[in-house]
């Protein structure tokens, strides 16, 4: 028969016994707040964790990872960077004949040796150009006043040394005035007639050069940087808000000046 003291001792083991093997059936209950994704793959064994805030879904604000979703401003594929030519580009250098005198011995109107573009030290060459002869015409043997020697054919009695006086590529070929180029020095303008050269870039800040070759005639010219190219401005538009530079040179003879200043 057990004593006191030996049931007590009894009664405190069975009492440990059952604490020992009871657990709650409602560890993870579904007011708990924490979601059945927070299960770890491979079979790891549950726990009672504490359910304050904690959202099994592991979701933060602002954290969402889908890489197709993810725009920043100012991205767009089709947006523009600089350095593209644009309308507001002045890209285009234009010579127009500004001539008091008319020689009449094939090369009337401004006679330009060389046009020199330079922009950060370095020389352009220009992608394209247009000209018109003015009031002038191509000599036919039958108009001896007011022509321009136009090709390497001898047309008497005007034109004789086998030069083309209107080949525009004379004038960005690197010689200046006086040299031999193996051609004719110059390209003549024509009375009232212009050249265009379109650079393809805006010249803004860079150096515009104009050679002319003076004689004894008085052959002028105006010389502009302008966003356009078009063959039928005047004198008198030239110094519209098409033209960012505009250069005189009444007298002939060579010319300088860096556009925008």
């Known amino acids: 028969m057990l004593n006191s003291k030996n049931l007590l001792s009894y009664l405190l083991t069975l009492l440990l016994s059952f604490a020992l093997t009871a657990c709650p059936d409602d560890c993870e209950t579904d007011d708990a707040g924490v ?16 359910d ?28 523009e960077t600089g350095g ?15 001539s008091i005198d008319t020689n009449n011995d094939g090369t009337p109107g401004a006679d330009i040796c060389e046009v020199t573009v330079t922009c950060a030290g370095e020389d352009l060459s220009p992608s394209d150009y247009d000209s018109d002869m003015g009031t002038s015409e191509p000599c036919d043997g039958d108009n001896g006043d007011n022509c321009v020697c136009e090709g390497t054919e001898i047309v008497e009695p005007t034109c004789t040394s086998g030069n083309d006086r209107y080949d525009v590529n004379v004038v960005s070929d690197g010689f200046s005035c006086g040299e031999d180029n193996g051609v004719s020095p110059y390209m003549s303008l024509g009375k009232g007639g212009v050249a ?6 805006d010249l803004t800040g860079c150096t515009v ?3 002319e070759a003076e004689g004894s005639d008085v052959e002028g010219y105006i010389v502009a940087v302008c966003n356009t190219g078009d063959i039928n401005m005047g004198v008198e538009l030239l110094a519209g808000e098409d033209c ?16 925008g200043e």
């Open 35 to 50: 979601d059945e994704e927070t299960e770890e793959a491979g079979g790891a064994s549950e726990e009672c964790e504490d």
């Open 52 to 79: 304050s805030g904690v959202d099994g879904g592991n979701d933060t604000a602002g954290t969402d990872t889908d890489p197709g979703g993810a725009e920043t401003g100012g991205t767009d594929g089709g947006a």
């Open 84 to 98: 593209t030519e644009t309308a507001g580009d002045f890209s285009y250098v234009i010579i127009q004949d500004d």
């Open 196 to 201: 265009i050269f379109d650079y393809g870039q």
């Open 209 to 211: 050069t104009v050679e």
């Open 244 to 259: 960012a530079a505009i250069q005189s040179a009444s007298d002939g003879g060579s010319s300088s000046f860096v556009v």
